[in-house]
């Protein structure tokens, strides 16, 4: 064998040697820390110190004492209740807790066997004492001093004073409840936006909000189905999408604590709720999705199950840290706090964000005439007639139709052309904001006018003076709540006019491409 041969056997020996002592020092050092965690988690088991223990279910009776109140808690049945008041209503899932969090108790240290003196340790002046009783009548009194950073827990000794012990500080939040915080509260309405059907916000000062839906039946159910019935004079098309936004708000309406569970006259008065500030009133429905023949569940209109609801909340006056409202909610005798973040977003609203900004809705399927009156007097009217295209099949499946669109009564406009200007004019022509005066341009005569007939509506709107420059007062069956910009009304006029006619869209068809 050659002198390079054996050289290379050797690297490659070596080579093998060097991987296979790796992959041992890797297995070895994995098993060194699973070793490690092991002891860890024994000597953690052993330091842990078992003061007492009782089933959490043959817990029959829970006293406990902190800084603001002490209170005896029975179990009658099923349900918890306040020994002194059986008619308060107790927050069971708060004493569920408590069962769980004491029912079995360790310490994570032995501090002294015998104290010299329990005021070290805050002990002879407890911040907090629990008492537990089981149906067998055996009670174990839990006393809890000051929490101790260096310890790591609160000091505690169990039953009879004797050794003082450290546990876990997070116990105490489990028994540190005012009397109002241990009140059941209402559960809040379980409220999704797009299942309001009613919005209804009446303040004790200034204007009052209302908006109500419905699909068939709402005035403007051609539009987004949203009526806007205050606080205008007159009831205007709603905005679904702004809508939502609000009521997605909705969720947060929920009560923080308890302050009374059983209101008088008095207290109503006491908490400004004899004349509330302001009373919100919502109607929602609430969905559950129907199981299919095969058992699947399709989530369609058709197999949906709506059950409606109410929700009445009367908002008082603000508490002492002006951070919550007393609030009083239908079905219940109670009062209650409600952050102000939560009824602020309700209350605090512009009607104006939630109207439908567009002076009409394109939808050339309903549309049947346009006449306007320019501002130079010219008069002009555009009618539409529409035949359903037998077999037609549009992507969405609503039916096709064919539109005759004739100018004046005698030019027939490109029905494309048309209808490409028909959506660009009404998508531009929106309020610009809520008329804010009501002296500026009184008496003076319209500018220029428009009806609009569809299949459900005929608008008469007019367009008047404002202040000159920028806006006209939009009046609509004599009533003027919005502006609009004086320009694009103009532009909107002309822009009508622009529609190619047939003979114009055919004769663009027929011309020959231009030569480059």
């Known amino acids: 064998m050659s002198k390079k041969k054996r050289q290379l056997i050797t690297i490659l020996i070596l080579v093998v040697v060097l991987a296979a002592s790796g992959v041992g020092y890797a297995v070895l050092s994995k098993q060194q820390t699973k070793r490690e965690k092991q002891e860890a988690e024994k000597e953690q088991e052993a330091e842990e110190i078992t003061l007492y223990s009782m089933k959490e279910e043959e817990i029959t009776q829970i006293y406990f004492k902190n800084s603001s109140q002490e209170m005896t808690l ?28 004491a029912g079995t108790l360790t310490a994570t240290q032995l501090v002294v066997k015998e104290p010299e003196s329990l005021s070290e340790y805050t002990l002879d002046k407890p911040l907090y004492t629990i008492e ?22 609160c000091y505690a000794y169990v039953d009879q004073a004797g050794p003082v012990y450290v546990i876990a500080s997070n116990l105490t939040d489990y028994f540190d409840y005012t009397r109002n915080e241990m009140m059941e509260i209402p559960e809040p309405p379980a409220v999704t936006a797009e299942y309001v059907t009613g919005f209804e916000l009446k303040p004790a000062k200034g204007k009052a909000f209302a908006a109500k839906y419905s699909e068939t039946e709402a005035e403007f159910s051609d539009v987004e189905g949203w009526d806007i019935t205050k606080p205008y004079q007159k009831t205007v098309p709603g905005s679904q999408e702004a809508l939502q936004t609000l009521f997605a708000e909705l969720t947060d ?21 004899a004349e509330p500030q302001y009373v919100l009133d919502v109607d929602y429905d609430t969905v559950e999705i129907d199981e299919t023949s095969d058992g699947s569940q399709e989530e369609t209109e058709d197999s949906q199950t709506r059950t409606p609801h109410h929700y009445q909340i009367s908002i008082g006056s603000l508490n002492d840290k002006e951070d919550h409202y007393f609030v009083s909610i239908d079905g219940s005798d109670g009062i209650y706090l409600m952050p102000v973040e939560a009824i602020d977003a309700l209350v605090d609203l512009d009607a104006f964000a939630y109207v439908y900004r567009q002076l009409h809705k394109p939808v050339m399927e309903t549309l049947k005439e346009i006449r306007f009156t320019n501002k130079q007097g010219q008069e002009h009217q555009i009618q539409v007639t529409k035949k359903e295209v037998e077999n037609g099949i549009s992507e969405d499946g609503s039916t096709v139709y064919d539109y005759t669109i004739l100018l004046d009564g005698k030019t027939e406009l490109d029905e494309y052309s048309f209808q490409d200007v028909y959506h660009s004019v009404f998508d531009g022509l929106v309020y610009s904001r809520e008329r804010e005066d009501a002296t500026k341009g009184q008496g003076q005569k319209a500018q220029a006018s428009m009806t609009i007939v569809t299949d459900k509506h005929e608008y008469h709107l007019k367009f008047l003076p404002y202040d000159g420059n920028n806006f006209y007062r939009v009046e609509q069956d004599g009533i003027c709540n ?10 909107a006029m002309d822009q009508l006019l622009s529609a190619e006619t047939v003979e114009e869209a055919k004769a663009k068809e027929t011309e020959p491409p231009t030569q480059e």
Do not use: C, H
């Not at 308060?88 to 004493?95: A, H, I, K, L, T």
């Not at 009548?137 to 101790?148: A, M, N, P």
């Not at 919005?482 to 532009?491: A, C, G, I």
């Open 132 to 153: 537990l009783t089981n149906q067998s009548g055996e009670k174990k009194r839990l006393v809890i001093g000051e929490e101790s950073v260096a310890a790591g827990g």
């Open 253 to 273: 309406l929920e009560p923080s604590e308890g302050v009374v569970y059983r209101s008088t006259p008095k207290l109503l008065r006491q908490y400004g709720l």
């Open 74 to 101: 029975k179990k009658d049945g099923e349900r918890w209740k306040d020994s002194l008041d059986p008619d308060f209503p107790v927050n069971q899932e708060y004493v569920q807790e408590m069962t769980e969090e």
């Open 482 to 491: 919005f502006l609009v910009d004086m320009n694009v009304v103009e532009q």
